[in-house]
Protein backbone atom coordinates (compact mmCIF):
# COMPACT_ATOMS: atom_id res chain seq x y z
CA UNK A 1 0.00 0.00 0.00
CA UNK A 2 1.49 3.34 -1.07
CA UNK A 3 1.85 6.18 1.55
CA UNK A 4 1.30 9.36 1.68
CA UNK A 5 4.45 11.87 1.83
CA UNK A 6 2.90 12.68 5.29
CA UNK A 7 0.75 10.59 8.03
CA UNK A 8 0.67 10.57 11.68
CA UNK A 9 0.91 7.27 13.88
CA UNK A 10 -0.81 6.49 17.51
CA UNK A 11 0.03 4.16 19.66
CA UNK A 12 -0.83 2.98 23.40
CA UNK A 13 -4.49 4.77 23.71
CA UNK A 14 -5.19 1.98 26.55
CA UNK A 15 -9.03 2.60 26.86
CA UNK A 16 -8.58 6.68 27.30
CA UNK A 17 -11.34 7.67 25.03
CA UNK A 18 -11.30 11.32 25.65
CA UNK A 19 -7.09 11.62 25.23
CA UNK A 20 -8.25 9.39 21.42
CA UNK A 21 -10.65 12.20 20.98
CA UNK A 22 -8.16 15.17 20.84
CA UNK A 23 -5.20 13.58 19.29
CA UNK A 24 -7.61 12.76 16.36
CA UNK A 25 -8.83 16.18 16.26
CA UNK A 26 -5.27 17.71 16.39
CA UNK A 27 -4.67 15.30 13.60
CA UNK A 28 -7.62 16.53 11.59
CA UNK A 29 -6.88 20.19 12.08
CA UNK A 30 -3.56 19.72 10.46
CA UNK A 31 -4.80 18.27 7.79
CA UNK A 32 -3.23 14.85 7.85
CA UNK A 33 -5.24 12.04 6.36
CA UNK A 34 -3.88 9.27 7.30
CA UNK A 35 -3.08 7.51 10.69
CA UNK A 36 -1.23 4.10 11.70
CA UNK A 37 -2.16 2.41 15.16
CA UNK A 38 0.25 0.61 16.99
CA UNK A 39 -1.77 -1.15 19.27
CA UNK A 40 -2.67 -1.41 22.79
CA UNK A 41 -5.83 0.15 21.89
CA UNK A 42 -8.11 -0.98 25.03
CA UNK A 43 -6.36 -2.20 28.68
CA UNK A 44 -6.98 0.09 31.05
CA UNK A 45 -9.66 0.54 33.87
CA UNK A 46 -10.98 3.82 31.81
CA UNK A 47 -13.54 3.34 28.29
CA UNK A 48 -12.65 0.82 26.55
CA UNK A 49 -15.88 0.50 24.93
CA UNK A 50 -16.29 4.01 24.13
CA UNK A 51 -12.70 3.83 22.51
CA UNK A 52 -14.10 0.63 20.35
CA UNK A 53 -16.61 3.13 19.19
CA UNK A 54 -14.24 5.90 18.03
CA UNK A 55 -12.10 3.41 16.10
CA UNK A 56 -14.71 1.60 14.57
CA UNK A 57 -16.39 4.59 12.97
CA UNK A 58 -12.65 5.53 11.47
CA UNK A 59 -10.88 2.46 10.25
CA UNK A 60 -7.01 2.73 9.96
CA UNK A 61 -3.94 -0.06 9.33
CA UNK A 62 -3.56 -1.22 12.83
CA UNK A 63 -1.28 -3.90 14.36
CA UNK A 64 -2.24 -5.45 17.42
CA UNK A 65 -0.11 -4.76 20.56
CA UNK A 66 0.41 -7.15 23.59
CA UNK A 67 -2.35 -5.83 25.50
CA UNK A 68 -4.74 -6.59 22.68
CA UNK A 69 -3.09 -10.25 22.76
CA UNK A 70 -4.13 -10.89 26.25
CA UNK A 71 -7.81 -10.00 25.20
CA UNK A 72 -7.98 -12.59 22.82
CA UNK A 73 -5.69 -15.21 24.41
CA UNK A 74 -6.69 -15.46 28.06
CA UNK A 75 -9.77 -16.27 30.18
CA UNK A 76 -11.22 -13.18 32.31
CA UNK A 77 -10.10 -14.96 35.12
CA UNK A 78 -6.25 -15.24 33.83
CA UNK A 79 -6.54 -11.25 32.77
CA UNK A 80 -4.86 -8.88 34.73
CA UNK A 81 -7.38 -6.57 35.86
CA UNK A 82 -6.64 -3.40 33.36
CA UNK A 83 -7.23 -6.13 30.84
CA UNK A 84 -10.04 -7.50 32.47
CA UNK A 85 -11.47 -4.01 32.61
CA UNK A 86 -11.55 -3.80 29.27
CA UNK A 87 -12.58 -7.10 28.16
CA UNK A 88 -15.91 -6.56 30.29
CA UNK A 89 -16.80 -3.71 28.35
CA UNK A 90 -16.01 -4.61 24.53
CA UNK A 91 -18.48 -6.26 22.70
CA UNK A 92 -17.49 -9.61 20.58
CA UNK A 93 -17.22 -7.69 17.59
CA UNK A 94 -14.74 -5.73 19.27
CA UNK A 95 -12.54 -8.96 20.35
CA UNK A 96 -13.04 -10.41 16.82
CA UNK A 97 -11.42 -7.62 15.09
CA UNK A 98 -8.78 -8.40 17.30
CA UNK A 99 -8.15 -11.55 16.68
CA UNK A 100 -7.74 -10.55 12.48
CA UNK A 101 -5.16 -8.11 13.15
CA UNK A 102 -1.81 -8.81 12.26
CA UNK A 103 1.30 -8.24 14.55
CA UNK A 104 3.76 -6.30 12.22
CA UNK A 105 3.02 -4.09 8.97
CA UNK A 106 4.91 -3.46 6.11
CA UNK A 107 3.23 -0.35 4.57
CA UNK A 108 5.67 0.74 1.44
CA UNK A 109 8.87 2.14 3.02
CA UNK A 110 7.09 2.02 6.58
CA UNK A 111 7.92 -1.49 9.10
CA UNK A 112 4.90 -1.56 11.69
CA UNK A 113 5.10 -3.25 14.69
CA UNK A 114 3.79 -2.96 18.35
CA UNK A 115 6.86 -3.46 20.79
CA UNK A 116 10.17 -5.15 18.34
CA UNK A 117 9.68 -6.98 15.09
CA UNK A 118 9.80 -10.18 17.08
CA UNK A 119 8.01 -9.82 20.27
CA UNK A 120 5.08 -7.62 20.85
CA UNK A 121 6.18 -7.18 24.57
CA UNK A 122 9.84 -6.52 24.58
CA UNK A 123 11.54 -2.48 25.12
CA UNK A 124 13.25 -1.19 21.88
CA UNK A 125 13.95 2.10 22.03
CA UNK A 126 14.37 2.33 25.93
CA UNK A 127 15.58 -0.49 28.25
CA UNK A 128 15.59 -1.28 32.21
CA UNK A 129 18.90 -2.13 33.99
CA UNK A 130 19.01 -4.27 37.34
CA UNK A 131 18.17 -1.52 39.71
CA UNK A 132 14.63 -0.82 37.50
CA UNK A 133 15.96 2.64 36.19
CA UNK A 134 14.63 3.23 32.01
CA UNK A 135 16.80 4.78 30.11
CA UNK A 136 17.46 5.18 26.27
CA UNK A 137 18.27 1.93 24.65
CA UNK A 138 22.09 2.13 22.79
CA UNK A 139 23.10 1.34 19.26
CA UNK A 140 23.49 -2.56 19.59
CA UNK A 141 20.22 -3.18 21.22
CA UNK A 142 18.74 -1.29 18.22
CA UNK A 143 20.45 -2.48 15.40
CA UNK A 144 19.66 -5.71 16.70
CA UNK A 145 15.76 -5.52 15.98
CA UNK A 146 16.71 -3.51 12.40
CA UNK A 147 18.32 -6.54 10.87
CA UNK A 148 15.83 -8.23 8.01
CA UNK A 149 13.74 -4.77 7.81
CA UNK A 150 14.53 -3.49 4.84
CA UNK A 151 12.14 -0.47 5.22
CA UNK A 152 14.00 3.07 6.00
CA UNK A 153 11.28 4.01 8.19
CA UNK A 154 10.33 1.70 11.23
CA UNK A 155 7.42 2.46 13.66
CA UNK A 156 7.82 1.20 17.28
CA UNK A 157 5.32 1.63 20.34
CA UNK A 158 5.02 -0.42 23.74
CA UNK A 159 7.13 1.71 26.35
CA UNK A 160 4.98 4.66 26.02
CA UNK A 161 8.57 6.94 25.74
CA UNK A 162 8.39 8.97 22.87
CA UNK A 163 11.43 9.06 20.78
CA UNK A 164 13.19 9.17 17.10
CA UNK A 165 16.48 7.31 16.43
CA UNK A 166 18.18 7.53 13.49
CA UNK A 167 20.51 4.55 12.53
CA UNK A 168 22.36 3.94 9.20
CA UNK A 169 19.63 4.30 6.90
CA UNK A 170 16.70 3.80 9.31
CA UNK A 171 14.49 5.76 11.08
CA UNK A 172 12.72 4.46 14.02
CA UNK A 173 9.99 6.02 15.90
CA UNK A 174 8.10 5.65 18.90
CA UNK A 175 5.09 8.03 18.30
CA UNK A 176 4.73 7.53 22.86
CA UNK A 177 1.29 7.18 24.34
CA UNK A 178 -1.86 8.53 23.31
CA UNK A 179 -4.00 7.50 26.57
CA UNK A 180 -1.25 6.13 29.68
CA UNK A 181 1.46 8.47 30.16
CA UNK A 182 2.85 6.39 33.40
CA UNK A 183 3.21 2.49 34.31
CA UNK A 184 4.24 0.40 36.51
CA UNK A 185 5.69 -3.17 35.55
CA UNK A 186 7.45 -6.33 36.70
CA UNK A 187 9.45 -6.98 33.63
CA UNK A 188 12.82 -7.70 33.30
CA UNK A 189 12.68 -6.23 36.99
CA UNK A 190 10.07 -4.05 38.79
CA UNK A 191 10.01 -0.27 37.33
CA UNK A 192 8.14 2.75 36.54
CA UNK A 193 7.60 4.49 33.35
CA UNK A 194 6.77 8.09 33.64
CA UNK A 195 6.61 10.10 30.53
CA UNK A 196 6.72 13.66 32.74
CA UNK A 197 3.10 15.08 31.11
CA UNK A 198 -0.05 14.41 31.49
CA UNK A 199 -0.72 15.56 27.51
CA UNK A 200 -1.44 12.79 25.25
CA UNK A 201 1.03 12.29 22.53
CA UNK A 202 1.70 10.99 18.55
CA UNK A 203 3.98 11.44 16.14
CA UNK A 204 3.72 12.98 12.77
CA UNK A 205 6.03 11.46 9.74
CA UNK A 206 6.94 12.97 6.59
CA UNK A 207 10.07 12.77 4.15
CA UNK A 208 11.06 15.02 1.41
CA UNK A 209 13.29 13.13 -1.14
CA UNK A 210 14.75 9.64 0.60
CA UNK A 211 14.92 10.64 4.17
CA UNK A 212 12.07 9.93 6.69
CA UNK A 213 11.83 11.83 9.98
CA UNK A 214 9.55 12.14 13.12
CA UNK A 215 7.61 14.65 15.03
CA UNK A 216 6.11 14.24 18.44
CA UNK A 217 2.93 16.26 19.36
CA UNK A 218 1.93 16.55 22.90
CA UNK A 219 -1.95 17.57 23.28
CA UNK A 220 -3.28 19.25 26.22
CA UNK A 221 -7.10 17.50 26.79
CA UNK A 222 -9.00 17.64 30.38
CA UNK A 223 -7.77 14.18 31.76
CA UNK A 224 -10.90 14.88 34.28
CA UNK A 225 -13.12 12.16 33.84
CA UNK A 226 -10.85 9.44 33.14
CA UNK A 227 -8.72 9.81 36.20
CA UNK A 228 -12.34 9.61 37.45
CA UNK A 229 -13.24 6.31 35.79
CA UNK A 230 -9.57 5.24 37.29
CA UNK A 231 -10.69 6.06 40.93
CA UNK A 232 -13.71 4.44 41.04
CA UNK A 233 -12.28 1.20 39.77
CA UNK A 234 -9.54 1.57 42.64
CA UNK A 235 -6.51 2.70 40.51
CA UNK A 236 -5.00 5.55 42.32
CA UNK A 237 -2.16 5.58 40.22
CA UNK A 238 -3.92 5.34 36.77
CA UNK A 239 -5.67 8.60 37.62
CA UNK A 240 -2.15 10.17 39.33
CA UNK A 241 -0.31 9.13 35.92
CA UNK A 242 -3.58 10.48 33.46
CA UNK A 243 -3.22 13.81 35.67
CA UNK A 244 0.54 14.56 36.36
CA UNK A 245 2.49 12.15 34.41
CA UNK A 246 4.09 10.88 36.78
CA UNK A 247 3.43 7.82 39.48
CA UNK A 248 4.29 8.49 43.04
CA UNK A 249 5.36 5.54 44.70
CA UNK A 250 2.62 5.78 47.57
CA UNK A 251 0.14 5.84 44.64
CA UNK A 252 1.73 2.72 43.05
CA UNK A 253 -0.49 -0.40 43.39
CA UNK A 254 1.48 -4.05 43.61
CA UNK A 255 3.89 -3.09 41.03
CA UNK A 256 3.01 -5.04 37.27
CA UNK A 257 -0.72 -4.25 37.53
CA UNK A 258 -1.21 -1.21 35.35
CA UNK A 259 -0.68 -1.14 31.64
CA UNK A 260 2.33 -1.85 31.23
CA UNK A 261 3.42 -0.95 27.45
Do not use: K
Not at 23 to 50: H, K, Q, T, W
Not at 68 to 93: C, F, H, K, N, V
Not at 105 to 120: I, V, Y
Not at 204 to 226: C, I, K, Q, S
Amino acid sequence: MPLPRRFAAIADIHGNSDALSAVLACIDAMGIDLVVNLGDMFSGPLAAGETWEILRARPMPTVRGNHDRYLISQTPEEMGSSDRAAYDELPPEALDWLRGLPVTLEMDETFLCHATPGADDRYWLHDVDAGGMVHPAGAAQIARHLEGIAQPLVLCAHTHLPRVVSWQRHCVVNPGSVGCPGYTDIHPVPHVVETGTPHACFAVLETEGAAWRGAHHHVPYDPARMAQRARSRGRAEWAEALTTGWISREAANPIGQTAGG
